[in-house]
Structures are given as C-alpha cells and as structure tokens.
C-alpha cells in the first residue's frame, strides 16, 4: 500500500478501504474454496507502503514510521513532486528491517558545493535528514534481524565526538543513493561506521553516495566488517583520522570503483581506535585477506593507499590492489601506496602518479607482487626500505621520477632505512626517463635479480649499486642513461649476462667494488668506455661482444685522466679476460681495446681488432697473455698490437717502460697493427722477453710479410725488426700471413694452410680460435 500526495488524504483512505475489502473478499472466497477441497492455504502478511511528509502523508516524522512499520515494509519521505528540499529535523534508528526511500523518480541533478560540483540523484538534495547534533543521525544497531533500505537522503548534522552521521552495528543493509555531509565533532566523526564490535558482522552494501565535510573517515569499516563498498565519491574528510575509506582491526570490506579525492589522510588506508589510539589491522593470529581494492580514482589525498598492521598483532594478513581486471587511478600529491608489516601484496593494473613521495612504498612485508603498473611522475617509483623479505616486480612501465625508478634501500622520507632481502626485477619492466638510476640497490645483503627489462634514459646509471650482497643483471636492455648502464659502487658479486648495453653518457658497464663474471653481453656505442674497472675488484669477463664505444673496449682507470683514475694499489683488480670480441673502440686519440695497465690476471682467447689505440695494453701485473689474435689495431702512427706499459706518462703517451716478471705470452697472433706487433721489454735493463714465444706476426708497424721480408738477419730487416719492438724472434715465432678466413667479414679464423695451425705450444693452434679453450662464438 502506498499514499500517494496527489490525492486528499479523504480519497487516500476510501482508496484504502475499497482496496482492502477487495483484498478481504477475494481471501475469503480462496479460502473457501481450498477447504472445500480438503486444503488450507494462509496468505502470508502484506507488506506495507507508508509515507511521511510535511502534511497530507501517513507520518510527519520518519522515526514515527518505522516505529509503526513491520518488517519488509516501505517507508517513502517526501512530498510527491516537491522542488524545494524538506528538513526532517530528528534522529531516526531503523530497528525493524524496514525500508527507508525518499520519494521521487531518479533523475539526477547537479551539486555543488564549496565550489566543487558533482551529480547526485535529485530526490537526495530534496529530502534532508537533519540530526540533533548530539548522536548519530542515522541507526542501523546490530539487534536487526533483516535487511534495510536507505536510499536518496541528505544526512547531516552531528556534532558530538566520535559519532559518525550513520551507525551500522551488523546486518546486510543497503545505503545507496545518499548525501551524507557535515559532521563536525572531533575524533572520528565521519561519515558511515561500521562497528562489528561484541562480535557482530556488518557486511552492508554502500553504493552511489556522496559523503563530505566530515571530521574523520568516511566510511570507517571496524572489526568484521565485511561491506561492499563500491560507486561512492568521498571528499573532503579532516582531521588526524580523516582517511576516505578507513579499515581497523579485522577489516574485510571489498572497495571497487570509488572516487576518493581531497582527505586529509588517506583515500584508503588504517585508521586509529578512538579507544586505544592505535591504528592498523589486525589478524588476531589468523588469517585477514582483504578482496582486491580495485576502480578507484584516488587522488589528492595525503596517501593515496596506506594499510599496516596493529603493533604486536600476529596472524597473516593479505592484501591486494588491483587486478588483471581493473586497477586503480592513484595521484598526488603525497604518498601513494604504502603498506607496512604486512604479510603479502599484490599490486597489480594501477596508474600511479603524481605524488611528492614514492609511487610504491613497501616495508616490513613477507612478499609483495607488483606487475601490470603504470608509475609515473613520483618522487620515486617504487621503495623497499625497513625489512622486507621478498619482492617481483614485473611487466610495468615506471618512469619520469625525480629520484630512481626502483629504490632497494635507498634512504626515503620519514621511514626506516633497509630494503628487501630478495628483489626480482623481471618480464619486461620498462623504466626509463627517472632523475637518478633506473634501479638502485643500496640495502646491504640482499640478493637482486634484474631480468628481461628494458632500463633507458635514466639520468644517472641504468642501474646503480651501492650495497648488496649479490646482484644478477641478465638479459637486459639499457640504453642512453646519463651514466653508466650498470654501475657498481659497493655491490660484492655482480653477474651481468646476456645484456644488450649501448649509448650509455659513461661507459656501459662500471665497476669499483666486489667480484662477480661479465659473460656474454652486447656492449656497444657507449661515451666513455665498455667496461671500466676503477677499483679493487676480482671479474670474469668473457664471450662479449665489445665494440664502437667512444674509449676502450675493456679497461682501467679513469678514461679522462692521464695513467690515473683508479683507486686502489696496482694489481688490486684481478681480471680473468677470456672470449671476448673486442673491436672499434675509441677515438680522438682515446680508445684502445683491452687496456688493464692497472690489473692482475689473465687475457686469453680473445679478437681484439681495429681499436683506435693498441689492442692489448697491460701493466705489471698481468699474469698471462695467451691464444689472442690482435688485428688491424691503431692508427694516425699510434697503437700496436700487445704493449706494455708503466703508466708514468699521460694515459695517451706512447707506451713506456719496462716489466718486471717475464710472463708467458704466447700463441697470440698479432698483424696488421698500425706500431710494433707485441713490446714488451724486462727490466732492469730492457732485456728481450724469453717468455714470448709461439707467436704469429704479421704486416705490423706497416710492414708486410712478403719475400721482401725474408731471407735477411733480423737485425737489419726492418720488417721483421719492428714486428717484435726491436726485439729478436724467439725459436718458434713465426713471420708469416696468418691467412685469415674471410678478414674483410671480420672472420678471424684461419685457412688451411696457415703456418699458425698447430703451431701453438700445447699443439693446438695460435690465435683465438686455439688453445684449451678456444673462442666459440
């Protein structure tokens, strides 16, 4: 039954009258019937339509109503076809499942306040609910039996301390449709609460409301709650409490497709006990799985997400933002994500942006999946700091910050130092267009996995490594970053494999610290060198492929300053250089191929050829030269083909000095370098090396290997005089053409019936391609 306003209240009731003898008569004859035939059916109750309204309605007061209603029924407010708003100044406690609907059509209409302006349903605006002020303007207390309905008020008006607008104590009710506004008591004085004390379990839907200007959260979800919480617009909370959606305790409402902008604290995040003060969730030692927080629009909010776990509470508690089917629209201006002791998280499809802190900032976590983020424009993108055990992140794009795209354990604002033990970084992240390095890792003892990204355009290193106990960099691309592609710092074992690194401001890879292999990159087109060692270090560096960049392929030292740059006492870096190609670096001057005057260890197998500078340049210290083939190295009338050299002069100068250990250099096969083949002199008296031996020259210092170079002594054949820097051959060097596969094509392998085949000492042949373990590749 519903009153409708359009008649008098006189033809409302004989409507009423007629209807119900109707409804008495035709049960009547049902009932006859049915006995007749040995059956009694008994009609269920009605339920029932009743109005409030100024005048003419069945009610002037919507409490008066429900205290009136049953079960079921259906209260509608509001005069029909009003166009001025109605106050109903009372307090109302929807104790008995009834319905409560303001009355009217739903179209919409445009509200405006405090110069923002929204779309809200008419009838809202036209029906206010104003409470005393004292208590919460709206009751729905844990004793309802069944299920409620408010739809289509404005609710306003609380003034005392922690009292929210509307009170839920458990049940499934509905609030659609409402403007809920203007609660200015202290403490948590919002908008909706949802209690779940003494064991109670709200788990109402909250849809399509407007909740604003009020002092403390707008929805406030306390233990149990179990809400679905989805298509409302919340602004404009205040307050030390005033979070969009809060969640205390054992909290598991699901949140989708909100609008939550301009709150003084969160859009969702933890909110304080007004009892105890403290703040966070809690598993109470069991399990807490929040569903999936996903269509947001969470913006201008001082975070945009913030959830952590009540001190001393135990239990798991998982958390996901986002998924593969929607994620969230998070933005400024301070923080967005951040999560904290937590035991997982999954952030997975937001677009984060905009905010003055990081995009994504983790602490204290167990695991947190990050995939499938678009994170832009933050102070960093994403931060592990304070003790996080394991983290992948995976398929994002993170760009355009002030500081790094990934940040493990670099110090951040207003949280504790650390980072994340374990951190993969992989399947296809493309982080690019960051202030500082595309990935930092500055967390002592952690391992780091970087996999399958692609790290450009950074302002500083592609990736950066200031602490750590293990970094694994494979199958990368880094390109155009400021610095170098990868840099070393303070890292102890760096492995870098299977990356494509190229046009880097430095050089593409930069060491200062640990130990660790270099195998089986693409380093190309760099500013400054390939691989720079600059301090005390121990690398393998092996089957890469070293070409084009601005100064040496593999070196170090600074490769700015004259036989200095590096740190540390000579011999410091203990180099293994096996299987490389090393070719076409340097220029102006600059460049050699392999220069490591500053190393210890070894070079073996590797073609090194058409560098602007020698091909092999070492110092002291180098323990063995072995199996090379150095070809076509120099030019300008610099650059031979093995040289020692002391570093007294400037990094440029023409190699000087003498040796102290006569090291084995042999089976090399060194031709067409634009100086000597190979000088090496032992000092203290400049004595011809007895350990040079088994190799190859040819056509070095300009000087061809025809008959015009042989049948002479040595010592007036300025051919073969310069092949060894004035030195005399030893017994099983060779002058000849080493008949090269296809040198034009860079096939540095040898014909049949080259004079190198067999001719190593071992009985393998010389050059590269020879030896216990030749170049394969």
């Known amino acids: 039954m519903r009153f409708h306003a359009g008649k008098t209240r006189g033809e409302e009731v004989m409507d009423s009258k007629q209807l119900k003898g109707d409804m008495f008569l035709g049960t009547l004859c049902a009932a006859f019937f049915f006995l007749c035939a040995g059956f009694l059916i008994v009609n269920p109750a009605v339920a029932d339509d009743i109005t409030v309204c100024p005048s003419g309605c069945d009610y002037t007061s919507i409490q008066a109503a429900i205290n009136a209603c049953s079960e079921g029924d259906t209260i509608y407010v509001g005069t029909r076809g009003r166009t001025i708003p ?60 069944s299920d409620v309905v408010l739809d289509g008020f404005t609710i306003e008006n609380s003034s005392a301390n922690d009292v929210f607008l509307i009170r839920v104590g458990s049940g499934s009710p509905i609030i659609k449709n409402n403007i809920i506004r203007n609660n200015t008591g202290a403490g948590h004085a919002g908008g909706i609460s949802l209690q779940g004390v003494f064991g109670m379990e709200p788990g109402p839907a909250i849809e399509n409301n407007l909740i604003h200007n009020v002092n403390g959260p707008g929805i406030a979800n306390g233990p149990n709650s179990h809400a679905y919480i989805h298509h409302n617009e919340i602004r404009a909370c205040i307050g030390d409490n005033g979070a969009g959606i809060g969640l205390y305790g054992y909290a598991y409402p699901t949140i989708e ?155 951040t604002i207003g949280h504790p130092a650390g980072g994340v033990d374990t951190l993969i970084v992989q399947r296809n992240n493309d982080i690019y267009s960051n202030g500082e390095a595309g990935i930092c890792i500055e967390y002592a003892g952690s391992a780091n996995t970087i996999q399958g990204n692609t790290i450009h355009d950074n302002g500083k290193a592609g990736v950066r490594v200031f602490e750590a106990a293990s970094v694994t960099i494979q199958e990368n691309t880094i390109y155009s970053n400021g610095r170098a592609g990868i840099g070393n710092v303070g890292g102890q074992s760096l492995v870098a494999v299977g990356n494509h690194i190229y046009d880097n401001g430095y050089g593409g890879i930069e060491i200062r610290s640990g130990a660790g292999t270099i195998t089986g990159n693409i380093i190309e087109q760099n500013n400054h060198g390939g691989i720079a060692f600059k301090a005390p270090c121990a690398y393998e560096i092996s089957n890469n ?233």
Request: glycine share 14%; net charge negative; charged share 20%.
């Open 257 to 411: 497709n909100n609008i939550i902008f301009d709150n003084h604290r969160a859009g969702i995040g933890s909110v304080h006990n007004p009892d105890t003060g403290v703040a966070g969730l809690a598993a109470g030692g069991g399990a807490l799985t929040i569903p999936a927080i996903k269509g947001n629009t969470i913006s201008n909010n001082y975070a945009g997400i913030r959830l952590e776990r009540i001190p001393g509470d135990t239990g798991t508690i998982d958390v996901t933002i986002g998924d593969s089917s929607a994620g969230n629209d998070i933005s400024g201006p301070w923080a967005a994500i951040r999560l904290d002791e937590l035991t997982s998280a999954t952030i997975e499809n937001n677009n984060i942006h905009d905010h003055f802190l990081a995009g994504i900032s983790l602490g204290r976590l167990m695991s947190a999946t990050i995939l499938d983020n678009e994170i832009s424009h933050n102070q960093a993108g994403i931060e592990f700091d304070s003790g996080c055990l394991s983290a992948t992140v995976e398929n994002n794009r993170i760009h355009h910050h002030n500081r790094a795209g990934i940040n493990n354990g670099h110090p």
């Open 545 to 777: 492929a070293i070409y084009d960049n601005l100064r040496g392929g593999i070196h170090t030292g600074e490769q700015l300053t004259d036989g200095g740059g590096y740190t540390g006492a000579g011999g410091d870096a203990h180099l293994t250089i096996r299987k490389n190609r090393v070719y076409r670096n340097g220029q102006d001057g600059y460049g050699g191929g392999i220069d490591v005057r500053h190393a210890a260890g070894s070079i073996c197998n590797n073609i090194v050829y058409e560098n602007h500078r020698a091909g092999i340049r070492f110092g002291d210290r180098i323990d063995e030269i072995i199996n090379n083939t150095v070809v076509d190295n120099g030019g300008d009338d610099i650059g031979g083909g093995i040289m020692y050299d002391d570093l007294a002069g400037s990094v440029n100068d023409f190699p000087s000095g003498c040796v102290a250990s006569d090291i084995p250099i042999k089976n090399n096969i060194c031709a067409l370098n634009e100086k000597t083949g190979i000088k090496v002199n032992i000092c203290p008296d400049y004595a011809c090396p007895v350990n040079r031996d088994h190799n190859l020259l040819s056509g070095n210092f300009g000087w061809d290997a025809n008959s015009g170079c042989a049948g002479s002594p040595w010592e007036s054949n300025p051919c073969m005089r310069q092949q060894l820097g004035g030195c005399s051959p030893n017994g099983n060097e060779i002058f000849a053409d080493p008949l090269f596969a296809d040198k034009a094509n860079d096939n540095y392998e040898l014909q049949a019936g080259s004079a190198a085949i067999g001719a190593g000492d071992d009985g393998t042949d010389m050059g590269a391609y020879g030896g216990s373990d030749p170049i394969d590749w």
């Open 86 to 145: 109605e106050t109903y100044n009372e307090n109302i406690g929807i104790i008995k499942g009834v319905n409560v609907v303001s009355e009217g059509a739903d179209t919409t209409a445009t509200y405006t306040d405090d110069g923002y302006s929204t779309t809200v349903l008419e009838r809202a605006t036209l029906t206010i609910i104003h409470g005393s002020g004292s208590d919460s303007v709206v009751r729905i207390p844990g004793t309802t039996t």
